[in-house]
Antibody, heavy 118, light 110 residues
């Protein structure tokens, strides 16, 4: 089965760190750019970051630049999002997603919730 | 404030046709392809339309997309109660060098 499964979410204090993981299965993980998208409670989808197939190229939304780091381990078919200096504005459901050759996010994980609160 | 502007809400009765619009600029919709995603409450987002007007396998032909200049539209015909969801447009922005989503349109089937 082709799927993405996120993990690593939870409750963290402001200023803290969290590392999200996204395990891919059922497809050739190393053949795809991968993305993170988040949705704050009651808000819309917001793009967070992307990483190239080999991990050499990364891009970030301005809101997370300098605080979040996207990476991947193709040997383990896993995508990561290291989140530092977290604030309440980072509270959201975080989704990993695969982008296909038509530049569309065609496969999404079920999401992992991150709550930043004291 | 999203780079892409969508009307926050839309509604229709079963069987009707509704159109959801997405307004952008030359650096995003004006020069790139547009995708649409459907997000039902409690579920994961789903790709609905890609490359402006293409439907992934399994998406009914009741859903169609179009683009004109710096705006894109999603049309849903023969509206059904199962279509109640949030709909998002998305594209790449050449100036910001980021992917962008619209703010989303919540569709209610009356």
């Amino acid at each position: 089965e082709v799927k993405l499964v996120e993990s690593g979410g939870g409750l963290v204090q402001p200023g803290g760190s969290l590392r999200l993981s996204c395990a891919a299965s059922g497809f050739s993980f190393s053949s795809y750019w991968m993305h993170w998208v988040r949705q704050a409670p009651g808000k819309g989808l917001v793009w967070v970051s992307r990483v190239s197939k080999d991990g050499s190229t990364t891009n970030y939304a301005d809101s997370v630049k300098g605080r979040f780091t996207i990476s991947r381990d193709n040997a383990k078919n896993t995508l990561f999002l290291q989140m530092d200096s977290l604030s309440a504005e980072d509270t959201a459901e975080y989704y990993c997603a695969r982008i296909n050759s038509d530049d569309a996010l065609d496969l999404w994980g079920q999401g992992t919730m991150v709550t930043v609160s004291s | 404030q999203s780079v892409l502007t969508q009307t926050p809400s839309a509604s229709g009765t079963p069987g009707q046709r509704v159109i959801i619009s997405c307004s952008g600029s030359d650096s995003n919709i004006g020069s790139n392809t547009v995708n649409w995603y459907q997000h039902l409450p409690g579920t994961t987002p789903k790709l609905l339309i890609y490359s402006i007007d293409q439907r992934p396998s399994g998406v009914p032909d009741r859903f169609s997309g179009s683009k004109s200049g710096t705006s894109a539209s999603l049309a849903i015909s023969d509206l059904q109660s199962a279509d109640e969801a949030d709909y998002y447009c998305s594209t790449w922005d050449d100036s910001l060098f980021v992917w962008v989503f619209g703010g989303g349109t919540r569709l209610t089937v009356l």
